[in-house]
């Protein structure tokens, strides 16, 4: 029997016609599927496919812009930028972590943990997957990855300029430092066309005027091989550059008093008392911002914060004391205005004044005598202002010194300003629920007590007393120019208010000023200078209370932290003022032996230094 099938028989016809249709169904069906797919991939997501094509050869590479120069008044460049090279790795390209970590561990000067860490909770780049391994790699380190590009694809090395503070240390709170970006600061969108990895400012006038100094970030398209590897730029947008801040300070000058503040904690403010520019401004111990930049250790970081001393803080505005006598200036004006004394009241100090069981001592052990005004400035009388304090009332003490400044922030462009504070009766019954008491007001009287102040508030006082009554605006900044000289913004003298005093009171206090430097009894004496007149008070404010008041014992013998700060503030030239002074010195016991010779040697150094240029002020008068 044939086991061939007859085709020539109409059955058999018929089958195989259907087979041949169920045949041609599936393949037209299949057929009709694939276009269809096709239709729908070439069409319908063409673009999108053709935008993943691209995304997987064409790469985003940011270029940093210049960060704008800081610069004194003159000129003279003062904060920089410097060329470094960052290392990155687009996660697209290196899925074998492990591996990478171990490749490039020795290079990099890392270990492996610690790459690992980085690209797994490291902050990325949103618009290519990439992660900064190490920032401002060395020389060796930058050759040998150079080296081996091709053993390593994926990984990257970008320019970025890194900045560079010329004098390390030098106004280092004033000016401040940069650090990495957080996600705190990329959430509130405080910095604009801020990503993770960028530097901006911390502190200082790098902060304040970070969106002028920042600039504008530029760009590469570069196109990327399969392993990841630039193989040509297609297009480029140059970055700008950030502006440029000039700075009211003088360099010789802020040089000159960071070399004082050697060894010491404490704070100088240098001001020029008819516009308010601050000329120089330091806080000591201070701190190098280029470690910022560079990066420090953990460990490092710990020992800054913790160091007793606080070297992140600035004194000049965020540190509190009390005034001593320098306020003395302030009780003096006040008394004379509110006519509670006048310049022929005699008041008795005989060592000491007492208030019911409590007597209050003066410095002087025997006492002044019979002492007026003039002289209880020169000398510096602690009895006859406790008694002119008695005659005025903590409230009225109070709204001559706040008219001068104190107990509020002077809002200079700096941040994270303390206002210090001036008590009234109203703000002890607030803050402790007890009324005031007349003893109190004794010892603010003489700038003890709950009085607090900052450096740059006496300066500010002290501006008000050398220019005829006017308090200014603390300035630090004089313009700002972009990178090719256009000004953006120039700033001019603000006068904050007129003082009332009048003008024979005035010159009152400060003809005592001037003695309190320059006559044999006073207790400035050691700023004094031949060819300039310098008008200045010596303050001396308490740390803590002796169980002894009349018990004086050595500086040296008394720990550190119980000696008395050091104050010492002054005008020159005593006519037509030039320049205005305030010193704090932590722990280092009397304003007249501690602070007024700083003072001294300050003030022969800048005026040496601008002779010529007071020569030809005075000659255009």
Not at 94 to 100: F, G, H, Q, S, V
Not at 234 to 258: A, F, H, K
Not at 438 to 455: C, D, H, N, R, Y
Not at 512 to 532: F, H, M, Q
Request: include cysteine; hydrophobic fraction near 40%.
């Amino acid at each position: 029997m044939s086991l061939r099938r007859n085709w020539t028989n109409k059955e058999d016809i018929t089958i195989l016609d259907k087979r041949v249709g169920l045949a041609s169904l599936v393949v037209m069906m299949v057929t009709a599927v694939i276009i269809l797919r096709l239709l729908h991939l070439q069409i319908y997501m063409g673009d999108t496919y053709s935008d993943l094509s691209k995304s997987n050869r064409i790469r985003i590479r940011y270029i940093t812009p210049l960060r704008g120069g800081i610069f004194d008044r003159n000129g003279n460049l003062m904060v920089s930028n410097r060329p470094s090279f960052k290392v990155t790795v687009d996660l697209d390209e290196r899925k074998d972590w492990t591996a990478l970590a171990h490749l490039l561990a020795p290079t990099l000067g890392m270990n492996e943990e610690e790459i690992l860490v980085r690209i797994r909770t490291g902050d990325r780049n949103y618009l290519h997957n990439s992660i900064c391994l190490k920032s401002d790699v060395s020389w060796e380190e930058l050759s040998s990855i150079e080296t081996n590009k091709y053993e390593l694809p994926g990984i990257n090395i970008e320019v970025e300029p890194k900045r560079d503070y010329v004098f390390p240390g030098l106004a280092g709170h004033l000016i401040g430092f940069l650090g990495e970006i957080n996600k705190v600061e990329l959430e509130e969108g405080l910095y604009f066309d801020a990503r993770p990895g960028d530097y901006v400012g911390k502190s200082g006038i790098e902060k304040t005027y970070g969106a002028f100094l920042q600039g504008r970030k530029g760009g590469r398209q570069v196109e990327v091989d399969a392993s990841g590897r630039e193989v040509r730029t297609i297009s480029r947008l140059q970055p700008v550059s950030g502006d440029n801040i000039y700075l009211t300070l003088d360099l010789p000058l802020q040089q000159v008093v960071q070399k004082e503040l050697e060894g010491k904690a404490g704070a100088i403010v240098a001001m020029r008392p008819s516009t308010g520019e601050i000329l120089a401004m330091a806080s000591s111990p201070t701190y190098d911002q280029n470690q910022f930049v560079r990066g420090m250790s953990p460990q490092f970081w710990k020992e800054l914060v913790n160091d007793s001393l606080k070297p992140l803080q600035d004194r000049t505005i965020q540190g509190q004391y009390p005034p001593g006598s320098v306020f003395k200036i302030i009780m003096a004006l006040a008394g004379l205005q509110e006519g509670v004394i006048n310049e022929k009241t005699a008041l008795y100090c005989g060592g000491k004044y007492c208030l019911g069981t409590t007597c209050f001592h003066c410095w002087k052990k025997g006492g002044h005598g019979s002492i007026k005004v003039h002289d209880a400035i020169v000398q510096s009388c602690d009895v006859f202002f406790y008694q002119v304090g008695r005659m005025l009332g903590v409230d009225r003490i109070a709204k001559y010194a706040r008219m001068f400044g104190l107990s509020k922030r002077t809002n200079v462009c700096l941040t994270n300003e303390m206002p210090g504070l001036i008590p009234t009766s109203a703000w002890k019954l607030a803050r402790f629920n007890v009324p005031w008491q007349k003893g109190e007001t004794l010892s603010i009287s003489i700038g003890q007590g709950f009085s607090l102040v900052t450096p740059l508030q006496i300066a500010t006082a002290i501006s008000a007393v050398a220019n005829g009554g006017f308090v200014l605006q603390p300035q630090l900044v004089k313009k700002i120019e972009t990178s090719g000289g256009v000004i953006v913004q120039q700033f001019q003298p603000q006068v904050i208010r007129k003082l009332p005093f009048s003008p024979k009171h005035l010159e009152a206090v400060r003809l005592a000023l001037k003695d309190a430097v320059n006559a044999p009894r006073g207790t400035g004496s050691l700023a004094r200078l031949n060819e300039i007149a310098v008008a200045g008070k010596t303050g001396t404010a308490q740390v803590v209370a002796l169980k002894d008041p009349l018990r004086r014992e050595k500086l040296e013998d008394m720990p550190y932290e119980h000696r008395d700060h050091a104050w010492f503030t002054c005008f020159a030239p005593y006519e037509n003022s030039d320049i205005v002074l305030a010193i704090l010195i932590e722990h280092g016991g009397h304003g007249g032996s501690a602070a007024a010779p700083i003072a001294g040697r300050i003030l022969k150094s800048y005026f040496k230094c601008h002779e010529a240029d007071l020569l030809t002020e005075a000659y255009n008068d």
